[in-house]
């Protein structure tokens, strides 16, 4: 299976849905070490996303491929999302729309897009592992993916690695000092709490994986439930 312009067009919608849905969650994350908009600003920018793509499948004007659909969620999240959190995560959804032209991704795609994504947003933020941002989901999720298509997963097996790496990776910030963005004015008193940045990209991952396992062919999943 390879994923398509529909899958990516899902993959945003599902990610817009999951933010709305932690919208609260990820604020209070920002109450606690920034300053209580991340789930308010990217809620903002994933709305604008989908009415973007809502217009453009409206007048039959949706991109055809992933990279395509990518690129509208990087300019509109660039253009919408105030604060430090919407043009990193926009360079991350440019860097990954601009890796691939082709019209479906496979495995290799998959494990390109996410390595461009994440050094891109490292470069931007100049950010690294540990710093205690959404750099710290995005790697380990971009390794678990080498790793995954490495061992001959899947474009399910690959995303589904990448989106358990991020969601453990956002777990494992919760005690690091933050060295990047507003919470590193907190010095130590940073430490005890989740980055919100790192867990949204949790999510917007997770939303990718689902879905993915959404376009299987019917056949496909009946197969897995009998087998089961
Ligand atoms: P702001 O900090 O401007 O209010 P948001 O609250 O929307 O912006 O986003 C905050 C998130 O942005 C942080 O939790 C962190 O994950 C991410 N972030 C901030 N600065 C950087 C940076 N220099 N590099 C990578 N990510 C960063
Ligand atoms: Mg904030």
Redesign the pocket.
């Known amino acids: 299976m390879s994923l398509d312009s529909a899958w990516a067009l899902d993959w945003t919608r599902r990610a817009a849905v999951l933010i709305a849905e932690n919208r609260a969650e990820l604020t209070e994350l920002?109450r606690a070490i920034?300053?209580a908009?991340?789930g308010d600003?990217?809620n903002r920018g994933m709305r604008a996303v989908v009415a973007k793509l809502d217009a453009a499948e409206e007048t039959g004007n949706l991109p055809a491929t992933p990279g395509g659909v990518l690129k509208v969620v990087a300019t509109t999240l660039m253009a919408t999302v105030g604060?430090?959190?919407?043009p990193?995560l926009g360079t991350a959804f440019l860097r990954a729309a601009r890796s691939s032209d082709a019209p479906a991704w496979g495995a290799a795609e998959i494990v390109r897009a996410l390595e461009e994504a994440t050094s891109g947003?490292e470069v931007r933020?100049?950010?690294t592992s540990g710093d205690k941002?959404?750099?710290d989901a995005w790697r380990p999720a971009a390794v678990a993916a080498k790793e995954a298509a490495q061992i001959g997963e899947d474009e399910i097996g690959i995303l589904t690695a990448a989106a358990q790496a991020a969601a453990k990776g956002a777990e494992d910030t919760e005690p690091l000092q933050a060295r990047?963005?507003?919470?590193s004015f907190l010095g130590e008193r940073s430490c005890g709490h989740r980055?919100?940045?790192?867990q949204s990209s949790a999510l917007i991952l997770q939303a990718a994986v689902d879905a993915a396992r959404d376009r299987v062919p019917a056949a496909a999943s009946i197969l897995v439930v009998e087998q089961a």
């Open positions: 920002d920034g300053d908009d991340h600003n990217l604060g430090a959190g919407g990193l947003l933020g100049h950010a941002t959404m750099a990047r963005g507003r919470a980055d919100p940045g790192a």
